[in-house]
């Protein structure tokens, strides 16, 4: 389909700058790099500098009904390969992503300002175990043989559901894509993926080396913005499943287009989850899992972060000090230099959200913020999107910080005296993605653990996502799981009952 000469290296590239400018203008669809049908891109933004580094392809209603009918041709085929044929290609690209992983970790730390030591190269590796994970899963698309009468042979097989539609973010894209990507394609589905305005360089490259080892067609890639791109792709008719991480807001348009096509859809959105820490914890161990909590390295911009965390009053200043100090000790500065902790916020606009989240806080009577870190001093850097992270206490719960999202770098820490109280504030959220007890006592840490209202609960640790381990919301924070080989045969087949009469 191209028109000229393959853009990008086959080699691995360590130069992200020159990678952003072969990836500019481009969709992949149907095996290879398309411009939008339209003409027009936008522009991709390096926000540690404010500089441009790329143009990307604005797709819209024309470039998305391309890529679905692409993917459902291709489809066609996919499904009939056996399972496992499935699986060792889709192995075979994990392979290609560690070859890569260095040039994606590179290439993402330049779109979003993730600092590449801390947060980037760990999602180039985490990506490639997605899809070395799932790529062994082929063999468990199996059904069963059901017992229903003597003369009659009844089993179940479990087909795929056709094109998969995946809307992802700009937090973490090329995971929150590989969740949804790897286990569509094992089973059987081909996929078209929208990626998210402010980071769709490191997901077209993943996209583009995919390809090199499936058939065309079966993994497509488009970019642009949620109503003129993300519309037309969950509205199309031949697109059968949905998949979507991000806000609970677009979360629902999402919900509402599957069920106007009554059409199955996973959900991964928001959460504010609570830290809950008791006297008894290891002191240092817990300080130090409370920054990794906080997702600080990832500015906050995690779902999962801690944004809000419960301290048992004996221990409660002692806590807050050694948590300041922790954090102050971390390095904010260019995101691809190798002594970076933490890189930029993604977007002016969330900077300017973030940002009123402080103000309100600093403005509440009786809050104090405890500002962290520094702000870098290269001047290359002065109109980088850098915020100080703030520890917030004198807060509580009717408090904006304290209920909202703010995915940034901002936590508030508050007293408690009862586990039974906690319990209570803990679960007062409209959302329910993860939780985490610190304690040695694990009678009282289990027994919260089983009454928490979250999706995920860790007890002495707080790690992101992994494969293997099912992982999704209850209430507002989501539909469905993903991860997991569950995951895989839930979300992406539907169970076939054939029934055959032998008597
Ligand atoms: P968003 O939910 O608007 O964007 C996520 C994706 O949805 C992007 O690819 C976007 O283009 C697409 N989208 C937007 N409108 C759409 C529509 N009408 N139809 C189809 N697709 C559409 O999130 P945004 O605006 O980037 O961030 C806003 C807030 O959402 C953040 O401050 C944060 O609180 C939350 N968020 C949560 C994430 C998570 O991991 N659960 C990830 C990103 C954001
Ligand atoms: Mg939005």
């Known amino acids: 389909m191209l028109d000229r000469p393959h853009p990008t290296p086959s080699a ?107 947060e980037s190269r760990v999602e180039a590796g985490v990506v490639a175990d997605i899809f070395e994970f799932f790529g062994g899963l082929g063999s468990e698309l199996k059904g069963e043989s059901v017992p229903f009468a003597p003369n009659v042979l009844s089993v179940t097989v479990r087909e795929p559901l056709g094109v998969v539609g995946a809307i992802i973010p700009w937090n973490v894209p090329m995971l929150l894509m590989a969740l949804k990507v790897a286990p569509a394609l094992v089973a059987g589905n081909s996929v078209v993926v929208k990626s998210a305005e402010e980071a769709p360089l490191a997901v077209l490259r993943v996209c583009e080396l995919m390809n090199r080892v499936l058939p065309p067609g079966v993994f497509n890639m488009l970019s642009g913005f949620g109503p ?77 972060a801690a944004s809000r965390i419960y301290v048992e009053r004996p221990i409660f200043d002692r806590f807050v000090q050694a948590m300041k100090t922790a954090v102050d000790a971390m390095v904010m500065g260019d995101p691809l230099d190798e002594k970076t902790d933490i890189g930029t916020i993604i977007s002016t606009g969330q900077f300017e959200k973030v940002q009123s989240f402080i103000e309100e806080g600093k403005a509440t009577a009786g809050a104090t913020a405890h500002v962290c870190s520094a702000m870098p001093k290269d001047q290359a850097l002065k109109k980088g999107l850098f915020l100080q992270p703030v520890i917030f206490t004198g807060l509580d719960s009717k408090s904006r910080l304290v209920r909202e999202e703010i995915f940034g770098p901002v936590t508030v820490i508050q007293p408690f005296d009862e586990p039974e109280a906690v319990l209570a504030e803990a679960n007062d959220s409209e959302y329910g993605l993860a939780a985490s007890l610190w304690t040695n006592n694990l009678k009282v840490g289990l027994d919260l653990a089983h009454r928490l209202e979250a999706g995920l609960v860790q007890i002495n640790q707080n790690l992101v996502v992994q494969a293997n381990l099912s992982y999704g919301g209850v209430k507002s924070s989501g539909l469905g799981k993903e991860a997991s080989l569950e995951a895989m045969l839930e979300h992406f087949t539907h169970k076939k009952t054939i029934m055959v009469n032998m008597a």
Not at 73 to 97: I, M, N, S, T, Y
Not at 237 to 251: A, I, N
């Open 12 to 118: 691995p590239s360590n130069d992200p700058f020159a990678l952003a400018k072969a990836l500019s203008g481009f969709h992949f669809i149907g095996g290879g790099y398309v411009p939008a049908r339209s003409g027009r891109s936008f522009a991709v933004v390096n926000p540690a500098t404010g500089q441009q580094v790329a143009q990307a392809a604005e797709g819209d209603a024309a470039d998305v009904d391309a890529a679905v009918r692409n993917a459902a041709e291709a489809q066609k085929e996919w499904a009939k390969l056996p399972a496992r044929k499935r699986g060792a290609l889709v192995h075979q690209c994990a392979a290609l992503l560690k070859d890569h992983a260095e040039e994606l970790a590179r290439l993402i730390a330049l779109e979003t300002g993730k600092a590449l030591r801390t």
């Open 228 to 304: 003129e791109c993300g519309a037309p792709l969950v509205e199309h008719p031949l697109v059968r499943k949905l998949t979507f991480t991000g806000s609970v807001e677009t979360g629902k348009i999402v919900a509402k287009a599957a069920a106007e096509k009554l059409i199955p859809v996973t959900l991964e959105l928001g959460g504010k989850s609570p830290m809950i820490v008791f006297a008894d914890c290891d002191f240092d161990k817990t300080v130090s899992g409370a920054l990794t909590s906080m997702r600080f390295t990832r500015q906050g911009q995690s779902c999962t």
